[in-house]
């Protein structure tokens, strides 16, 4: 019974020297680290640029040169003329003289519609006009004898004239049973057949023409200077290796103030008729020629909640510039204002750069 309590005795002062070693041992760790780490914030205090530190940085001398800017944007390709051809008025389809997906010239018949009842109703208007006319000319001889008023030769002029109104009304009636091309173009896929009852909802096909084309897209409202009529484009579209070119036709007078965008629309050639409307399409814009721009590495531009910074070196100091920048390139980016011809802007070392801090600039080409 003895021997049972001091084998217990025994485990428990060990598992209590356990315990106490442990403890000692993170305190020890712990002790260790805080001075590793306030050695590591001094080292890391130090190698940014504290008192006295100079820093080395790579730098380009701001000069100014011509610069033709372009500019990449997305737009679509639409066709020069496009409708829906409908029917005036409902009836039956007598004829269809078109073939789908053929070309079909300016004022060629594509559909006629039943005009048996309006025919006849033309028929019965030119009897009763001709009846009129003969009766207004016999008016008019009785007038000039005296034999009626002028009363009476008023009314059966009236009636002539009203019934010529309605001649010519029927007319229209009629021609509304024809529908013709309203001009040249391919003609799409028709959606009705000979016989069939169609109303002026009925879409009967779809009529385009396409060569040129029109390529409308829109660019940001800061390019709205550089940007004229005959400015040559150059496009691709999806799935396509070869690059189209075409000329500015239209702008938009004023800007969208909803996307703050300017829309435009190019033509281009289509002869083979290989730009289909509705497809997409990359655009590369040409702009106006800028002399004496100053242009500088993208890589110098530091984003700020403001706007846009460069650090720049004076005096072997950092010191920090608000710039405005214009088109960017894959390089470069062109700065509007905040920089002078002659500046030292600095290209590395932004994120350790603080203004006041000593640089030691190495200049490289631009």
Known sequence: MKLKYIIYGLLTAGLLYLVYYRISANKKLEGDGATGGKGSAKGASKGKGGAGQTLNVNGVVVRTTSFN??????GSIDANEAITLQSEVPGLVTGIYFKEGTEVRKGALLVKINDRDIQAQLQQALTKEKLSAANENRAKQLLQKGAISQEEYDTSLADLLSLKAQTQLIRAQLAKTSIYAPFSGKIGLRSISSGVYITPTTVIANLLSTNPVKISFSVPEK???????????????????????????????GINTQTR???IKALAQNPKGELLPGAFAKIKLSLLTLQDAILIPNEAIIPVLKGKTVYISKNGKAKQVPVEAGTRTADAIVITSGLQPGDTVLTTGAMALKPDAEVKVKLVKN
């Open 261 to 263: 965008t300017l829309q």
């Open 69 to 74: 800017s372009d500019i990449e944007v997305t």
């Open 223 to 253: 390019y709205v200077g550089q940007i004229k009529n005959n400015s040559d484009i150059s496009f691709k579209t999806e799935g396509a290796a070869k690059s189209y070119t075409g000329k500015v036709f239209a702008i938009e007078p």
